[in-house]
């Protein structure tokens, strides 16, 4: 039986009115704004992101390959030279490795916190601002819980935790320069895109092609004129950079990575020849290429492939992909960092564009495969070590080295092990026991080296034990301490090897771990 038209209807409480329409109010405040939800999601995400790579650093788990490099050239730049690298040998001008003077923007923090965390910092920073756009857009086109969704996976995405826990790399810089550009391509704002999109041209010699795959897009979106010029000014910006620039500025007068790309037939460029045939069948061989597809676009539920803009995976999968170095083909490391914006923009456009097909039912069958997608790998990517008790604790075999590099002091020349390097690049000039490039024109003062480190690089650790025995039985340096597995030898007063008059001054106290 119906209620009756006349019988009373209960009301709740005016306390408990009025606590419902606070929490209605906070829910709009904090939820259904999207500046607040982007923004929000962008700080949670940023905290995440120092978190896991400061403390790395903090338990001494990162390397002189490559954030002592970076941060040698970094610590040139902010006083006013050349980003000149000892880790890559003597006089080594880093911009002939790779093209990326936009690293300068790091020089004026540099300056003011002369530490590696300031990298660690900004890269966290330039990662968890991406978020933004991206969450902007998604509120205009689907809503709240669909912006919250791809805020979420985006921020957790394996791509961008794999450079965050892998030290620092110059692409933290294209990641918000793609997903701005990205963004603001996707809702019809061409001239903002462009502006966005042409300082990849400074980040990374290889991103000039993705730059012009959004060129194109462009002029598919009616923007001829514009997208034509952006396509052109990506194609011969990275032409000019890998033909001309580089060379001119590399010790050997090439571009170092083509030595990266399979090699074999008849397609020539610079000092090199390539078979059409063999780099084609290379592309698509060994099956952890497919894995790596799959992966990038399993997050947003495939819905990337529906989007035209997906396209500009394909210069970076494409370098990748016809490589002859394996540690590109997977999903480790900091090379599928630049890929994680396309793909979720991608699905945003898809989602705007296709509203009439991805109706509420298949749209959420889509979120919820990527969701499953997400929440099913985190356990396999560094995100989960926001939640191991390891990441929080400090070893005893770190604060051994601590106390070891106290002993080190100001402006000395170190030859150390891997992850020792960047504990000192801050403040002394540091090169890597067995140096594969030219050795410095002197002998460094300080040798240290950890028999424990496990990254072997850049010889095997038996090879770094042996020279550092050697070392210390000719005569040419003296120990000065061993501990739990780390040697501390200094060049012998009486060598006629030593030059260096140190000044007489104290250990150096400063803090250099928790």
């Given at each position: 039986?119906s ?9 709740a409480?005016?306390g ?8 209605q ?5 904090l939820?259904v704004?999207?500046r ?8 949670v995400?940023?905290a ?16 002189g ?5 970076f941060?040698?050239?970094?610590r040139?730049?902010a006083?006013?030279?050349?980003p000149v690298?000892p ?6 001008d ?7 003077p ?8 540099y ?8 990298l660690?910092?900004?890269q ?9 756009p991206?969450?902007l ?11 919250a ?18 030290d ?8 918000p320069?793609?997903?701005f ?5 996707g809702?019809?704002r ?21 730059l ?6 462009l002029?598919?979106?009616g923007?001829?004129?514009l997208?034509?010029?952006?396509a ?7 032409a ?14 090439s571009?170092?990575y ?10 020539a460029v ?13 592309f ?18 495939f819905?990337?492939?529906?989007s035209?803009?997906v396209?500009l995976?394909l210069?970076?999968?494409g ?21 994680m ?7 945003i456009?898809?989602m ?14 889509r979120?919820?495969?990527?969701v ?5 790998t ?5 995100l ?5 008790p390891g ?11 601590a106390?070891?590099?106290r ?6 020349t170190?030859?150390?092990t891997?992850?020792l ?20 024109p002197?002998?460094?003062q300080?040798?240290?080296?950890d ?15 042996a020279?550092?025995a050697?070392?210390q ?5 003296r120990l ?9 030898l200094?060049?012998n007063p009486?060598s ?5 008059t ?7 106290h400063r803090?250099?771990?928790?």
């Amino acid at each position: 039986m119906s209620r009756s038209l006349t019988q009373p209807v209960a009301t709740a409480p005016a306390g408990a009115v009025a606590a419902g329409d606070r929490w209605q109010q906070l829910w709009q405040r904090l939820w259904v704004r999207p500046r607040v939800q982007a923004w929000g999601l962008a700080a949670v995400f940023f905290a995440a992101y120092c978190a896991i790579s400061v403390r790395r650093h903090q338990r001494f788990e990162s390397t002189g390959y490559d954030l002592g490099i970076f941060e040698q050239a970094i610590r040139a730049y902010a006083h006013g030279h050349l980003p000149v690298t000892p880790l890559k040998g003597p006089g080594f001008d880093l911009l002939g490795d790779h093209f990326h003077p936009l690293l300068v923007v790091f020089a004026p923090f540099y300056r003011l916190f002369p530490t590696p965390l300031t990298l660690l910092v900004g890269q966290a920073a330039l990662t968890a601002v991406a978020v933004v756009p991206l969450v902007l857009w998604a509120h205009r086109v689907r809503g709240p819980w669909v912006s919250a969704w791809v805020g979420l996976s985006f921020g957790a995405s394996w791509g961008l935790a794999e450079m965050i826990h892998f030290d620092f790399h110059e692409v933290c810089l294209a990641v918000p320069l793609l997903a701005f550009a990205l963004a603001a391509a996707g809702q019809g704002r061409m001239r903002a895109a462009a502006l966005w999109g042409l300082p990849l041209l400074l980040v990374k010699e290889d991103l000039g092609l993705t730059l012009a795959v959004l060129g194109g897009y462009l002029v598919w979106r009616g923007a001829g004129r514009l997208g034509w010029s952006l396509a052109a000014a990506g194609v011969l910006g990275s032409a000019l950079e890998m033909l001309v620039i580089l060379p001119s500025v590399n010790a050997h007068g090439s571009f170092d990575y083509w030595n990266e790309i399979s090699s074999g037939g008849t397609v020539a460029v610079p000092g090199h020849h390539l078979s059409l045939v063999s780099t084609a069948l290379h592309f698509f061989w060994p099956p952890v290429k497919y894995w790596t597809v799959l992966m990038l676009l399993a997050p947003t539920g495939f819905l990337a492939l529906r989007s035209p803009l997906v396209l500009l995976l394909l210069p970076t999968l494409g370098w990748r992909f016809i490589s002859a170095n394996p540690s590109y083909f997977g999903t480790s490391e900091h090379y599928s960092a630049v890929l994680m914006p396309v793909v979720f923009a991608a699905a945003i456009e898809a989602m705007d564009r296709d509203r009439a097909v991805l109706d509420a039912r298949r749209l959420r069958r889509r979120m919820a495969l990527g969701v499953a997608v997400t929440v099913g790998t985190l356990p396999l990517h560094p995100l989960v070590e926001l939640v191991e008790p390891g990441t929080w604790t400090t070893p005893a075999h770190v604060r051994t080295a601590a106390r070891i590099l106290r002993l080190i002091p100001d402006g000395a020349t170190v030859a150390a092990t891997n992850r020792l390097v960047p504990q000192l690049t801050a403040r002394d000039t540091v090169t890597l026991i067995c140096q594969q490039t030219p050795p410095p024109p002197e002998p460094p003062q300080w040798v240290l080296a950890d028999d424990t480190d496990p990254t072997k690089f850049p010889c095997p650790m038996p090879q770094i034990t042996a020279e550092v025995a050697a070392d210390q039985s000719s005569g040419e340096y003296r120990l000065v301490t061993r501990q739990d597995g780390i040697t501390l030898l200094e060049l012998n007063p009486l060598s006629p090897l030593n030059r260096w008059t140190p000044e007489p001054a104290t250990p150096r106290h400063r803090q250099t771990t928790p």
